[in-house]
Protein backbone atom coordinates (compact mmCIF):
# COMPACT_ATOMS: atom_id res chain seq x y z
CA UNK A 1 0.00 0.00 0.00
CA UNK A 2 1.24 3.28 -1.03
CA UNK A 3 1.89 5.75 2.05
CA UNK A 4 0.89 9.24 1.93
CA UNK A 5 1.88 12.08 3.92
CA UNK A 6 0.39 16.34 3.61
CA UNK A 7 2.32 18.66 4.48
CA UNK A 8 2.31 23.15 3.45
CA UNK A 9 -1.08 23.41 4.82
CA UNK A 10 -1.77 26.59 7.19
CA UNK A 11 -3.45 29.59 7.90
CA UNK A 12 -3.70 32.34 4.91
CA UNK A 13 -5.39 35.75 4.36
CA UNK A 14 -7.84 35.86 1.30
CA UNK A 15 -6.43 36.49 -1.94
CA UNK A 16 -3.06 34.70 -0.63
CA UNK A 17 -1.15 31.55 -1.98
CA UNK A 18 -0.28 28.32 -0.49
CA UNK A 19 1.27 25.25 -1.69
CA UNK A 20 0.48 21.83 -0.62
CA UNK A 21 2.82 18.85 -0.89
CA UNK A 22 2.39 15.25 -0.63
CA UNK A 23 5.57 12.83 -0.49
CA UNK A 24 4.82 9.04 -1.12
CA UNK A 25 7.13 6.72 0.75
CA UNK A 26 6.41 3.78 -1.82
CA UNK A 27 8.07 2.41 -5.14
CA UNK A 28 4.60 2.34 -6.35
CA UNK A 29 3.61 6.04 -6.64
CA UNK A 30 5.75 6.23 -10.28
CA UNK A 31 2.38 4.18 -11.60
CA UNK A 32 -0.36 5.55 -9.94
CA UNK A 33 -2.40 8.96 -10.63
CA UNK A 34 -2.47 11.35 -7.81
CA UNK A 35 -4.70 13.64 -6.74
CA UNK A 36 -6.59 15.94 -3.78
CA UNK A 37 -9.80 16.13 -2.09
CA UNK A 38 -11.21 18.69 0.28
CA UNK A 39 -13.27 18.27 3.08
CA UNK A 40 -14.71 21.19 4.29
CA UNK A 41 -16.56 22.30 7.65
CA UNK A 42 -19.86 20.31 7.89
CA UNK A 43 -19.06 19.18 3.88
CA UNK A 44 -18.96 15.82 2.18
CA UNK A 45 -15.59 15.09 0.89
CA UNK A 46 -14.71 17.23 -2.71
CA UNK A 47 -12.64 16.62 -5.57
CA UNK A 48 -10.07 19.31 -6.19
CA UNK A 49 -7.80 18.34 -8.96
CA UNK A 50 -5.88 14.92 -9.94
CA UNK A 51 -2.91 13.87 -12.22
CA UNK A 52 -2.23 11.16 -14.67
CA UNK A 53 0.77 8.71 -14.11
CA UNK A 54 3.12 9.66 -16.34
CA UNK A 55 1.62 12.15 -19.13
CA UNK A 56 1.10 14.78 -16.79
CA UNK A 57 -2.78 14.89 -18.18
CA UNK A 58 -4.74 17.44 -15.01
CA UNK A 59 -8.66 17.40 -14.09
CA UNK A 60 -9.64 20.25 -11.75
CA UNK A 61 -13.23 20.74 -10.01
CA UNK A 62 -14.92 23.71 -11.42
CA UNK A 63 -14.13 25.55 -8.44
CA UNK A 64 -10.37 25.72 -8.40
CA UNK A 65 -10.02 26.06 -12.14
CA UNK A 66 -7.53 28.97 -12.99
CA UNK A 67 -6.70 29.37 -9.62
CA UNK A 68 -5.06 25.65 -8.40
CA UNK A 69 -2.40 23.59 -10.16
CA UNK A 70 -1.69 19.90 -9.51
CA UNK A 71 1.64 19.17 -10.11
CA UNK A 72 4.07 15.97 -9.81
CA UNK A 73 7.92 15.18 -9.45
CA UNK A 74 8.03 11.35 -9.74
CA UNK A 75 11.53 11.83 -9.11
CA UNK A 76 10.77 12.86 -5.65
CA UNK A 77 7.45 10.66 -5.22
CA UNK A 78 5.59 14.26 -4.74
CA UNK A 79 2.45 15.73 -6.24
CA UNK A 80 2.05 19.53 -5.50
CA UNK A 81 -1.46 21.78 -5.17
CA UNK A 82 -0.40 25.21 -6.18
CA UNK A 83 -3.11 27.28 -4.48
CA UNK A 84 -3.40 31.15 -6.03
CA UNK A 85 -6.34 33.53 -5.15
CA UNK A 86 -7.76 31.43 -2.31
CA UNK A 87 -11.11 32.21 -0.92
CA UNK A 88 -12.72 31.67 2.42
CA UNK A 89 -14.55 28.91 0.77
CA UNK A 90 -11.38 27.21 0.25
CA UNK A 91 -11.01 26.17 4.30
CA UNK A 92 -11.25 22.28 4.22
CA UNK A 93 -8.75 19.75 5.41
CA UNK A 94 -6.97 18.56 1.93
CA UNK A 95 -6.22 14.78 1.75
CA UNK A 96 -4.05 13.10 -1.31
CA UNK A 97 -4.92 10.17 -2.34
CA UNK A 98 -3.59 7.81 -4.80
CA UNK A 99 -5.04 4.95 -7.06
CA UNK A 100 -3.46 2.28 -9.13
CA UNK A 101 -6.14 2.57 -11.85
CA UNK A 102 -5.23 6.00 -13.49
CA UNK A 103 -7.12 9.42 -13.72
CA UNK A 104 -10.19 7.95 -14.85
CA UNK A 105 -10.56 6.79 -11.15
CA UNK A 106 -10.74 10.12 -9.47
CA UNK A 107 -12.65 11.52 -12.21
CA UNK A 108 -15.39 8.88 -11.70
CA UNK A 109 -15.48 9.34 -8.16
CA UNK A 110 -16.80 12.71 -6.81
CA UNK A 111 -16.35 11.84 -2.97
CA UNK A 112 -12.92 9.45 -3.89
CA UNK A 113 -14.43 6.84 -2.52
CA UNK A 114 -13.02 3.43 -3.52
CA UNK A 115 -9.55 5.33 -4.36
CA UNK A 116 -6.39 3.03 -3.06
CA UNK A 117 -4.84 4.95 -0.55
CA UNK A 118 -4.84 8.42 1.22
CA UNK A 119 -2.85 10.76 3.05
CA UNK A 120 -3.95 11.99 6.80
CA UNK A 121 -4.71 15.66 5.49
CA UNK A 122 -3.34 18.77 5.95
CA UNK A 123 -5.80 21.74 7.54
CA UNK A 124 -5.82 24.77 4.84
CA UNK A 125 -7.86 27.99 6.64
CA UNK A 126 -8.25 30.90 4.50
CA UNK A 127 -9.14 34.06 6.58
CA UNK A 128 -11.05 37.48 5.70
Known amino acids: QVQLVESGGGLVQAGGSLRLSCAASARTFSSSAMGWFRQGPGKEREFVAA????????SYADSVKGRFTISRDNAKNTVYLQMNSLKLEDTAVYYCAADSRGLSAFQTSPTGAGLGSWGQGTQVTVSS
Open 51 to 58: ISRSTGIT
